[in-house]
Structures are given as structure tokens and as C-alpha cells.
């Protein structure tokens, strides 16, 4: 039985119980079943409000935003589902830092918990750069459900690959 690429860290079993899903055509209706209909958050500007919205909410003391895309140039299959850039440059005399926040464009046609997730962890990453347990209790903090839900996302991406578009 082959890897699934994005399910490669997680135990045999759980890889198997996903294989009977691929081998039974089963894996669309169950991602359907629990993920019925995708987000309506298409445009950048739109993307942006949404981000600043949970910024506001679970992390309003930390750095601004200077911007948040969607990025075309993200490559999923290398695992960078997003990314969050922290620039510092000297202009004059001046130290000046801005924070980024990109979202492979793959994911503006997925389910809005999907979304929420890859926010989650980019917002994350704006208090601790490195996945540690602070990272992941952070995480589990603005969404108590993360874990599981990086998973689902990741059988989605796993079915992306084998099948196509869901939504």
C-alpha cells in the first residue's frame, strides 16, 4: 500500500482506514457529508477583512498586518498551505517590519473551516514562529478543533490529488 503524501506522518492505521475510503469511492461523500458547501471568501480584499477579523479577535496585541493574499505561487505539494512572512529593513535610521500573511489560492474554493484552519496557523505563527507545543496550544485556543480539522484538510487535499475539485 503506497503513502499518501499528506497523510504520510500519521500512523498505518489511520493511512489504511483512508485507503478503503479511495479503494470504495467513498472519500467525496464523506468529505461531503461533513464539509457540505464551500466559502464564499474569493477576493483578496475580502480575504484580508476575514484575516483581520480573527486577528482582532484571538491575537489583537501582537504585530500588524501590512497584507493578506491569496497566492497563486504557494505550491501545496511542498506542505506550504500558507505562509507568514516577517520583513524588517532599515530605511534611514529607522528599523521598519511588516507582516504578511499568503494563502495558496487552492483554498478559496474549500469549506470555510478549512479556511479558518490555515488562518489559525498563520495567525499563530505571528506570536510563535516555531511548530511547538505554545504553536499547537495557540492554535487549539482560536479553534479547539484544529487538529481534527487539519486532518480533514489534508484527506481533501489527498482526494484533490486523486480525483479533482469538490467544490
Known amino acids: 500500500m503506497q503513502k499518501l503524501k499528506y497523510l504520510a506522518h500519521y500512523a498505518d492505521a489511520v493511512q489504511t482506514q483512508v485507503h478503503i475510503l479511495i479503494n470504495n ?3 467525496a461523500p464523506y468529505l461531503l457529508k461533513k464539509y457540505p458547501i464551500a466559502h464564499d471568501i474569493r ?5 484580508y477583512a476575514y484575516v483581520m477579523e480573527m486577528k ?3 491575537v489583537r496585541k501582537s504585530e500588524p498586518l501590512s497584507k493578506v493574499i491569496y497566492d497563486d505561487k504557494l505550491d501545496v505539494l511542498h506542505h506550504a ?10 530605511q534611514g535610521n529607522k528599523l521598519k517590519s511588516k507582516n504578511e500573511i499568503r494563502i495558496g489560492s487552492v483554498f478559496k474554493k ?7 484552519m490555515i488562518v489559525v496557523h498563520e495567525l499563530a505563527h505571528i506570536k510563535e514562529k516555531q511548530h511547538n507545543k505554545a504553536f499547537y496550544k495557540l492554535c ?7 487538529h481534527q480539522l487539519e486532518f480533514d484538510m489534508r484527506v481533501y487535499l489527498t482526494h484533490l490529488d486523486l480525483a479533482g475539485k469538490l467544490y
Open 140 to 146: 487549539e485556543h482560536m479553534q479547539p478543533d484544529y
Open 110 to 116: 474549500v469549506p470555510m473551516e478549512f479556511l479558518q
Open 25 to 27: 469511492n467513498e472519500l
Open 81 to 90: 498551505l500558507g505562509l507568514h512572512t516577517f520583513i524588517s529593513r532599515v
Open 56 to 58: 482582532n479577535q484571538f
Open 43 to 47: 477576493s483578496n480584499k475580502a480575504l
